[in-house]
């Protein structure tokens, strides 16, 4: 019988057909939120962990410490606890309850502070202390590897090689960085398309970085295009996700399906995979669906 743990990846891929414009092109989402921590975090998060005690960097007793945003803290919440660790996490004070709430029912520490950069500062100077291990998802190429172990293979085998776009939200960038490194080692003409909100938006899980607090992880040379999406852009599309073809997830998902939409009315034929990095549930208590 599986632990938790052998549940993480596998994902199923879905295609979205009634939104798509365009009857040559497919579009697929990848459904994150299948996983059990809820999104596509669950990859990075373990492989962190695990790779870290693998190299004898944690050890029984390390106490973890760690900024995120929300999809990350949930994901190393479930997983510390599968390895006996502590862990404190560092979440903007805006974020939803839903994901507060169960860190905390995972036994997480959660500490609210205002805006991820301030909650990336705070952790840093906490680890510096000697006291905490920073798993620093921001910089930490164990995060993106977990795609190139199990997000992109999955995708590549199941379009069949077909794949001709991959189009994710651009948060920690682990995800685009992972899947653009194994898919473009499968065929170099895959498209790697990446979402970033356009300026004064917020979207959940899409991030314009300031330079200083860009992720380290990234590498532009491997997103073949950027697209900005609205923040206005991404919460109707997710809302059309969930009542057009029954796929309840977040914003950024929403925001990610946009981009694969206005890609789908440019191209003669293709194959367009998206991430559908979450569930719906966690943006209850936002005006997201309300």
Not at 129 to 135: A, K, N, S, V
Not at 166 to 185: D, E, H, Q
Not at 198 to 210: F, K, L, M, T
Request: proline share 4%.
């Amino acid at each position: 019988m599986a632990g938790l743990i052998d549940l993480i990846g596998n994902t199923p891929m879905v295609e979205i057909k009634k939104l798509n414009p365009n009857p040559k092109v497919q579009i697929f989402a990848k459904l994150e939120g299948n996983n059990p921590g809820g999104s596509v975090k669950d990859r990075a998060s373990l492989n962190m962990i695990r790779s870290a005690i693998e190299r004898g960097d944690i050890k029984p007793g390390t106490k973890l410490i760690e900024a995120t945003s929300g999809n990350t803290g949930i994901a190393l919440a479930m997983i510390a606890r599968l390895f006996d660790l502590e862990i404190e996490l560092v979440m903007p004070s805006n974020s939803t309850r839903e994901r507060t709430l169960t860190m905390e029912a995972f036994g997480a520490k959660v500490t609210l502070l205002e805006g991820i950069e301030l909650c990336r500062d705070y952790a840093e100077e906490k680890a510096a202390t000697g006291e905490y291990f920073l798993l620093n998802q921001f910089a930490n190429p164990d995060n993106y590897m977990a795609h190139v172990k199990t997000t992109g293979p999955e995708i590549w085998k199941d379009t069949e090689g077909k794949i001709t776009h991959f189009v994710s939200a651009m948060g920690t960038t682990g995800t685009i960085m992972g899947c653009s490194r194994y898919l473009k080692g499968q065929n170099a003409n895959v498209q790697i398309v990446g979402c970033q909100p356009v300026e004064g938006s917020s979207i959940p899980g899409i991030r314009r970085w300031p330079e200083e607090y860009l992720p380290k992880i990234f590498d532009a040379t491997r997103v073949d295009r950027v697209m900005d999406i609205s923040q206005e852009d991404a919460t109707q599309m997710a809302r059309q996700m969930a009542k057009v073809e029954g796929v309840f997830a977040g914003m950024s998902s929403g925001g990610a399906l946009s981009a694969a939409i206005k890609l789908a009315q440019e191209l003669e034929e293709g194959v367009i995979v998206f991430i559908c990095c979450d569930r719906g549930d966690r943006y209850l208590s936002s005006e997201l669906f309300g």
